[in-house]
C-alpha cells in the first residue's frame, strides 16, 4: 500500500537501515512461507545486509511491512514503515517478535481489507485486534518493542504471522479465501516473478 506522507516517522528505536537493493518477493506456496522461521541468534553484517535488503524491497513494492521470508531467507525478522489511525508513521525492524494482543472487554475487531506482498494485487477483509504490540529484539540485539492500532495493530500483527508461518490468507473462510484467489489472478499479468526487483 502505497503511503504518500512526507512527514518525519516516528522511529523510537532509531531509523530502518538504508543502501539496500531490491530482492523478488518469495509468493505464497513457496515452503518457506509457511513454516516458523530460525530465531535470530547472531547480530552481525549479514542480518543487517537482509534487513537493509528488506526495506529496499518493501519500499519497492509500494509496502508498509516485509518478512524476511517474502525475500525467501528463513530468518524470524520483519521491517516496516506503516501509519497508525492518526496516520502517524512508526518504523523499525524486530527480530525474534512476540505478539501481544488485547482480551476481555478490550478486545475490539476490525475487519478493514487486507493485502499481502506476496500474493499480490488482491485484498480482502480480514478481522484482527485493534490494537497490537510486539516486543523483540533490533539489529544491534537490543530489546525493542512497537505498539499501535489502525493499519500499524494490522501490519504488526501481519508480518509477526509471517515469522510463525502463517499467511494471512489462513484466516479466512473458504469463501473469502476463493475471492482472494480470483483477484490475485486476475492481476497476476502486473506482478511477474522478479517483482519488484528490477
Not at 42 to 51: C, E, G, I, P
Amino acid at each position: 500500500m502505497p503511503d504518500d506522507d512526507t512527514t518525519e516517522p516516528r522511529a523510537p528505536h532509531g531509523p530502518l537501515p538504508t543502501g539496500g537493493t531490491p530482492r523478488a518477493i518469495t509468493r505464497w506456496g513457496t515452503p518457506v512461507m509457511h513454516r516458523a522461521q530460525q530465531q535470530v541468534t547472531s547480530y552481525d553484517d549479514a542480518l543487517a545486509t537482509l534487513a537493509a535488503d528488506m526495506v529496499a524491497t518493501m519500499y519497492a513494492a509500494d509496502g508498509v511491512g516485509l518478512a524476511a521470508c517474502q525475500v525467501g531467507e528463513d530468518v524470524a525478522m520483519f521491517v516496516f514503515d506503516c501509519p497508525d489511525d492518526e496516520g502517524e508513521r512508526t518504523v523499525g525492524v524486530v527480530c525474534n517478535p512476540v505478539l501481544t494482543l488485547p482480551e476481555g472487554k478490550d478486545r475490539q475487531l476490525d475487519s478493514d481489507e487486507e493485502g499481502c506482498l506476496s500474493y499480490p494485487g488482491s485484498f480482502e477483509p480480514c478481522a484482527r485486534p485493534d490494537w497490537a504490540r510486539v516486543d523483540g529484539t533490533g539489529l544491534d540485539g537490543e530489546p525493542v518493542s512497537f505498539e499501535g492500532d489502525g493499519l500499524l495493530a494490522r501490519c504488526l500483527q501481519h508480518e509477526t504471522d509471517h515469522t510463525l508461518g502463517t499467511v494471512f490468507g489462513d484466516r479466512l473462510s473458504a469463501k473469502s479465501r476463493k475471492k482472494l484467489g480470483k483477484k490475485h489472478d486476475a492481476a497476476a499479468e502486473d506482478y511477474p516473478p522478479t517483482w519488484p526487483a528490477l
